[in-house]
């Protein structure tokens, strides 16, 4: 398969990358620097590097990336320093993800492009009556006015339900939704569920970006799992940590 990952330098980005070219993918990534990616990807023949900030390349140049790509995965996120959180660009996951489909769409390639989006447990699917906490609603209502990236996540999850739909001519999506984040070595047993078992502000749970890039992996290569999970918004934890 042909993949696209935007995010690649990012902590769970990087191990996407790795596990889908450890399967013998062909895999393409954009990111800002080289000097962010490990030496082994440069000299990977089945990895296309392009070095550019992604809202800088044109409709025509995203078009010609998207062009023979069986999926596009978006594991962007804003770094967790001031200029990360408070400056520009404030939509970057948003403006990614609407410019990535009108990409595809432009292409008119035979059958569907799937688009996995790494979102979060913060944000509700709105498609779903899932419960949620006064006291949750309360807080989360304060991180869209204090914390931009929050509302990024947000739109960009919003644009794939509300905009691409389930029925789009050119593609279906996934928005994957991580709890608490945390660093593991090893793929281990994780679980998947249509919305959050517990308070993503109270008594979040922890899942391993490993495992994350390993689901997102899943999606892209195994239809079975896709045709389950596709136009959803699913929540993963890990097992194996005490939740």
Request: proline share 4%; glycine share 4%.
């Amino acid at each position: 398969m042909n993949i696209l990952v935007v995010g690649a330098s990012g902590a769970t980005g990087s191990q996407l990358v790795t596990q889908l070219l450890h399967q013998q993918h062909f895999v393409k990534v954009i990111v800002r620097s080289p000097d962010n990616i490990p030496n082994s990807w440069k000299e990977h023949t089945h990895l296309q590097l392009i070095t550019a900030s992604i809202l800088d390349l044109s409709d025509h140049d995203l078009s010609e990336i998207t062009r023979d790509c069986d999926a596009v995965a978006s594991c962007l996120g804003h770094n967790l320093t001031w200029k990360g959180i408070y400056g520009e660009p404030r939509k970057l996951v948003t403006d990614a993800t609407k410019r990535l489909c009108k990409a595809i769409a432009l292409n008119h390639q035979e059958g569907k492009t799937k688009f996995i989006l790494m979102n979060t447990t913060g944000n509700r699917n709105r498609d779903l009556d899932e419960p949620v906490s006064f006291a949750q609603k309360c807080v989360i209502s304060l991180l869209r006015l204090l914390l931009p990236p929050h509302v990024d996540n947000e739109k960009a999850a919003d644009y794939l339900r509300t905009q691409i739909g389930q029925d789009h001519k050119a593609i279906e999506w996934v928005a994957v939704r991580p709890d608490g984040l945390i660093n593991e070595d090893q793929v281990s047993d994780y679980e998947i569920y249509p919305s959050p078992t517990r308070s993503a502000i109270f008594n979040a749970g922890k899942v391993s970006r490993i495992n994350v890039a390993h689901f997102m992996a899943t999606l892209i290569c195994n239809d079975e799992v896709w045709e389950k999970w596709k136009g959803q918004m699913p929540v993963i934890y890990s097992t194996s940590q005490d939740n």
